[in-house]
């Protein structure tokens, strides 16, 4: 094939799509650019199924190299290692946009690995990378039925803008990325400060119009490779074997669903598929060696039956209705080391989550294709096994853990504090307990409760709800709190993180087409109404912020110097920042709009330290008097040293009302001496009148007043 190129215009971005150039052996590549941003993103199918899975074996990674940008990697092997934590984000960005829409039953191991070459500093690779997955697949001949595309939408000045720069990003008050296609929205990651639903909405319809040249690209691509798809059945079940099912237990499923703990309803299934299967399928049964067919059969009964039970009967699991948010109760302070901690229990879900305060020595560096930048803000999310009763070998985190902390993070970050205010680094730890649903909610909500315990003065309260929905033969049912079994069976699952404002973090999966403006104005309404009732829950423990910090904590206190005076703290080779951090144990932090940030265990060390500091970089008054030093004797005056590092001249004029013949009548070298600041010139040299001090004092400063007392 040879090569060629379409071009779309998003918003202000040109972008160009390049194919039949690089990476030829794969089933389709694409190259991907933007300005000087270029990726490469490519895809292949195995052409046989792997048998024996119950998932679609789909991989996507999306991968960085650091030369891109024209660095080295600060690693000890100056190579990239596993993927960051941005790389895990968007390599699930792109897996939650493909995996809906690959057809049912496709069985084959496929793999997508997009990969940035070039990068520049104001067009981001995430929405070139998830496009290209969808491009890639269209001029391969992987049957993938769908073509969709990405942007990034943003607001500036009250005006939606499609694939903002990092300069206008930095001004926008929403930002989103979103999949798409004409008909419907596929997947939605992002957040915003404090926006309204009719406003995300509105964000969401116009993303979906503005990748309009991207999906004629596509089909114009798509139509001049003119790749043949692959043939593909989808393998049906053995000949009445979801019959024979189906008479065999749903009445036994329907009893189960009746009950309300977990435990027990997970038990009583798992009891019904080991019979049926035990009665099928055994030696001589009507099904002897099916026992996927049979079990996938007993799965689609249960699938089926849940989704007419909510939307047909207006009932759920535990008799709730759609609107109707388990049972919450919320707890702080249970940890009394820790600087700050919630115990967050909703249904059978439950959080336990810490906050802990540190200095900018705890920050985190970053390393990317932007550079080394630092991390002031950190939530970790742990899902242990125990929290779903199983059975599992501790590993690092995932990046279904990783993808929950992130978007936690998100919903908490926009309602803390300036630094300038409160100058802490903050990491939140949530350590799932019980998880039946919604734990990523849950610990945006302990969170939220774990800051104010430690005393952070956050902007407002922030909860998050985890929604459902699903529609059958018609009839559409949104659902309010979804239990796990609910998020597994549903169309479209949602959370929805934000203050009683509005919203400041989203995250959408839409397994469906058709969902239309309407549907989400009504899901994310029913979304708001469930997160004020949570937030009016939270608020019974904990309404604001407690007025001090935790007695463990580290006391950090903000000061401001000039510019100018930076060095004289620091001193040659930083000998006298050194010092002061010896001689108080405090940790120092300047930085360089003269911002210093003095943190310790104790409050006296501060103190201490900021006096010391004081003293390094004051700066002379004119009109002020001092207690100052004597540090040279010249025939024409002396020089004082009012404090450290800062000396005048005291002309031989000045020293007394009388005439002085000689400076050594009245001054010696290591003299405290009292003096006033007359003037202090444009170069900085300030001249000091001891005269002036005395008369202030009320004396007559002649030649006979006794010399001032040296330094014992």
Do not use: W
Request: net charge neutral; proline share 4%.
């Amino acid at each position: 094939m040879e090569a060629m190129t379409v071009t779309a215009q998003v918003g202000k971005q040109a972008i160009s799509i390049e194919t039949g150039r690089l990476a030829k052996q794969a089933d389709g590549s694409v190259v991907l650019r933007a300005g000087d941003s270029m990726v490469l993103v490519t895809a292949v199918s195995q052409k046989e199924p792997k048998l024996g899975f119950d998932f679609f074996p789909l991989t996507v990674d999306y991968q960085e190299r650091l030369s891109a940008a024209g660095r080295i990697p600060g690693s000890f092997f100056r190579r990239e290692g596993r993927l960051t934590e941005r790389e895990t984000l968007i390599s699930r960005l792109i897996d939650r946009s493909l995996r809906p829409l690959f057809p049912e039953g496709y069985q084959n191991d496929t793999q997508v690995i997009a990969t940035v070459f070039s990068a520049d500093n104001q067009q981001d690779t995430d929405v070139l990378a998830l496009t290209g997955a969808s491009f890639a697949m269209a001029v391969s001949d992987i049957p993938f039925p769908f073509q969709f595309a990405g942007v990034r939408v943003g607001r500036v000045g009250g005006n939606f803008v499609a694939n903002p720069g990092e300069d206008e990003r930095a001004q926008s008050d929403i930002d989103i990325i979103m999949a798409a296609n004409r008909d419907s929205i596929f997947m939605v990651e992002g957040g915003g400060k404090e926006v309204t639903e009719n406003d995300m909405i509105e964000a969401l319809l116009f993303g979906q119009r503005a990748i309009e040249p991207l999906l004629k690209a596509q089909e114009e691509m798509a139509s001049r490779v003119n790749k043949a798809k692959r043939t593909f059945e989808k393998v049906p079940l053995a000949e009445g074997v979801s019959a024979r099912v189906r008479d065999l237990v749903a009445e036994k499923v329907k009893a189960a669903y009746g009950l309300n703990e977990k435990h027990e309803r997970y038990g009583t299934l798992s009891q019904i598929k080991k019979d049926v299967v035990a009665e099928l399928c055994a030696k001589g049964a009507p099904f002897e060696g099916k026992d996927k067919d049979v079990k996938t059969a007993l799965e689609d009964l249960k699938y089926e039956y849940m989704r007419r039970m909510i939307t047909h009967e207006g009932r759920r699991i535990g008799g709730r209705d759609t609107r109707t948010v388990r049972r919450i109760s919320c707890e702080v302070g249970l940890l009394p080391r820790a600087h700050g901690s919630a115990l967050f229990t909703r249904g059978e879900t439950q959080g336990l989550v810490t906050t802990t305060l540190g200095t900018g020595d705890d920050e985190q560096r970053m390393e990317s294709l932007k550079g080394q930048s630092f991390r002031k803000f950190m939530l970790h999310y742990n899902f242990p096994p125990y929290s779903v009763g199983e059975v599992k070998p501790l590993r690092g985190a995932g990046r279904r853990e990783i993808g929950h902390g992130i978007l936690a993070e998100r919903a908490l970050k926009a309602m803390l504090p300036a630094d300038d205010k409160f100058p802490y680094t903050i990491r939140i730890v949530s350590d799932i307990l019980e998880s039946n649903g919604s734990s990523s909610m849950a610990t945006v909500c302990g969170g939220c409760l774990s800051l104010m315990d430690a005393g952070v003065p956050i902007n407002a309260p922030v909860a998050g709800i985890a929604m459902g929905l699903i529609k059958e033969d018609g009839k559409i049912a949104i659902l309010s709190d979804i239990l796990g079994d609910e998020d597994h069976l549903g169309d479209m699952d949602f959370k929805v993180c934000g203050t009683g404002k509005g919203i400041t973090s989203i995250q959408m999966d839409i397994k469906i087409t058709g969902v239309d403006k309407q549907i989400l104005t009504d899901a994310l309404n029913q979304a708001r109404e469930g997160r004020l009732h949570i937030l009016g829950e939270m608020a019974k423990a904990l309404a604001t912020p407690r007025a001090d910090i935790s007695k463990y904590a580290p006391k950090i206190t903000t000061i401001r110097i000039p510019v100018s005076r930076i060095k004289d703290v620091i001193g040659p080779g930083g000998k006298v920042i050194k010092d002061i951090i010896a001689r108080t144990g405090a940790s120092i932090d300047i930085e360089d709009d003269g911002s210093v940030a003095i943190a310790s265990p104790s409050s006296e060390g501060v103190e201490q330290a900021i006096k010391m500091i004081r003293a390094l970089t004051q700066e002379a008054e004119v009109g002020k008097t001092y207690l100052g030093t004597v540090r040279r004797i010249m025939e024409f005056g002396a020089f004082v040293e009012i404090f450290p590092g800062t000396d005048g001249l005291v002309h031989i004029s000045d020293l007394a009302s009388g005439r002085v013949k000689k400076v050594e009548d009245v001054l010696k070298e290591g003299d405290e001496v009292m003096v006033k600041v007359v003037s202090v010139d444009r170069s900085g040299k300030i001249r000091l009148s001891r005269k002036e001090a005395l008369a202030e004092q009320g004396g007559d400063g002649k030649q006979a007043a006794p010399p001032s007392v040296p330094k014992a």
